[in-house]
């Protein structure tokens, strides 16, 4: 039961660092999340965005560079 409460957990911490990575989130999102008692699932979730997107970049600036 805790395990699955955790997964819920991260997922939301997921959805919630992506919708505020891209500025779509809404405040009322914002104030729940500040709720939270752990900060870690937010800090995971946007280095692990932050990773893939400067990933992606540099993947694509490959790609062009190397035609």
Not at 6 to 29: C, D, M, P
Not at 49 to 61: D, K, P, W
Request: charged content about 15%; glycine content about 2%.
């Amino acid at each position: 039961m805790k395990n699955e409460k955790n997964q819920q957990s991260f997922a939301a911490a997921v959805k919630s660092a992506l919708q505020a990575f891209i500025g779509v989130q809404k405040r009322e999102n914002l104030e729940q999340d500040f709720k939270q008692q752990s900060p870690l699932p937010f800090l995971v979730a946007g280095l692990l965005l932050a990773t893939a997107f400067v990933t992606t970049l540099i993947i694509i600036v490959n790609v062009v560079l190397s035609r």
